[in-house]
Structure formats: structure tokens, C-alpha cells
T-cell receptor, first 114, second 113 residues
Framework: GAGVSQSPRYKVAKRGQDVALRCDPISGHVSLFWYQQALGQGPEFLTYFQNEAQLDKSGLPSDRFFAERPEGSVSTLKIQRTQQEDSAVYLC????????????FGSGTQLSVL | GENVEQHPSTLSVQEGDSAVIKCTYSDSASNYFPWYKQELGKRPQLIIDIRSNVGEKKDQRIAVTLNKTAKHFSLHITETQPEDSAVYFCAAPSPENDYKLSFGAGTTVTVRA
């Protein structure tokens, strides 16, 4: 595709509901990142994949958060039993190289937990 | 991890004037410093980046300068235009895991016509 694609663009969930956020990176990009962006703040690192391997999940806030990239392309971020504090924009980014350089971001999924 | 501080948080400039945003970082081993621009409701986009082996890099009206001794880097926008209005984020990598970027809190730049 032309860029990193994320879906859905907006998600409203009731507290306690499970949600799944999808990221389609640029074809051929090795690295894939998930970031969380609270209102008025910079993105905060959640997790990092190199191809299908999840090399770092240290930024995931709790064990309710789970991410996967089974075939080294599309990635899904799942949040179980959503809480109000999970409300944020979830950004996906990819890069061709296996580093943090030249990241291409998606438009994000804005999650609102009521 | 890296601690990145960004100033100012908001900046209002007259069209045609210059805008300068400064970031400081905590770890002297950091070696890559990107700047991202995020327009309202849109995705962050890389506008310029610099590696630690150079002190300055320019791309048309945008420049980034790096002072490794003082551990700060700055974004300079000259001849500002209305389309420069956006939130700008600096970032620096965590030295123990350089794939992990720490972002500043952002600077909201408003260019007044």
C-alpha cells in the first residue's frame, strides 16, 4: 500500500469490553512499532516487532495488552477488559530497516473507553 | 531509558518569522535525533533527522542543530508559512535499546497570517 494503514480509525468501547486494533505496515518493512499517544502528549513506546518476532514488549501497560504479528506483516494490538485509562490514540509505525530510523506512522486508532 | 524534554510547549509566530524549538536528552550515548510534525488529527510525519556525527543538517526552510556536549538539539524553521502550523515532536533513542524512541511532549506551533 501507499502507507501504513490502521483500522478502525475510531473505536468506542464499554469498560470491560475487549478490543482489537489492526495495523497494515508498508510492504517489505521489517520493523513494526506500536505507540500510545495520550491527548496533548508525545507517543509512548508500547512494543516492537522485527518481522514476526516480538523483540520488546516492555512498554505494554499491563497483561491486558497483547500484540502479535504472526506472518511478519499485519499486526494486531489487543486490549482485554478495557479500562477508562486505556483511552488514547494507538499509533502503529513501520520502517524498512531493523531500527528506529525513518519511521512511517499510521493515522492511529482513537480508542475511547466509556 | 532516555528522558527527552522539549521547550516551549506552545509557540506563536508571525508569518515570515523564524521558529525555534529545543530539546534536551539525558544519555550522552544517544546517536540519532528525529523531528516529527503532526497536523491536527493526522499522523506524525518525519520532517528531518540528524545523526550524532554531524552538528547541523538543513532541508530547505528546516534545519536541525545538535550540541552533543550540552546534550541538546534544536529545530529551526525559517520564513514560516501558515502550513507550518502543527505540533512538532523531537525524539531520541534509548541507548540500551536503540530501536525504542522516546518522544518529547510536543510543541504546538501557530503561524499567524
Amino acid at each position: 500500500g501507499a502507507g501504513v494503514s490502521q483500522s478502525p480509525r475510531y473505536k468506542v468501547a464499554k469498560r470491560g469490553q475487549d478490543v482489537a486494533l489492526r495495523c497494515d505496515p508498508i510492504s517489505g518493512h521489517v520493523s513494526l512499532f506500536w505507540y500510545q499517544q495520550a491527548l496533548g502528549q508525545g507517543p509512548e513506546f508500547l512494543t516492537y516487532f522485527q518481522n514476526e518476532a516480538q523483540l520488546d514488549k516492555s512498554g505494554l501497560p499491563s497483561d491486558r495488552f497483547f500484540a502479535e504479528r504472526p506472518e511478519g506483516s499485519v499486526s494486531t494490538l489487543k486490549i482485554q477488559r478495557t479500562q477508562q485509562e486505556d483511552s488514547a490514540v494507538y499509533l502503529c509505525a513501520s520502517s524498512f530497516m531493523g531500527t528506529n530510523e525513518k519511521l512511517f506512522f499510521g493515522s492511529g486508532t482513537q480508542l475511547s473507553v466509556l | 531509558g532516555e528522558n527527552v524534554e522539549q521547550h516551549p510547549s506552545t509557540l506563536s509566530v508571525q508569518e515570515g518569522d523564524s521558529a525555534v524549538i529545543k530539546c534536551t536528552y539525558s544519555d550522552s550515548a544517544s546517536n540519532y535525533f528525529p523531528w516529527y510534525k503532526q497536523e491536527l488529527g493526522k499522523r506524525p510525519q518525519l520532517i528531518i533527522d540528524i545523526r550524532s556525527n554531524v552538528g547541523e543538517k538543513k532541508d530547505q526552510r528546516i534545519a536541525v542543530t545538535l550540541n552533543k556536549t550540552a546534550k541538546h538539539f534544536s529545530l529551526h524553521i525559517t520564513e514560516t508559512q501558515p502550513e507550518d502550523s502543527a505540533v512538532y515532536f523531537c525524539a531520541a533513542p534509548s541507548p540500551e535499546n536503540d530501536y525504542k524512541l522516546s518522544f518529547g511532549a510536543g510543541t504546538t506551533v501557530t503561524v499567524r497570517a
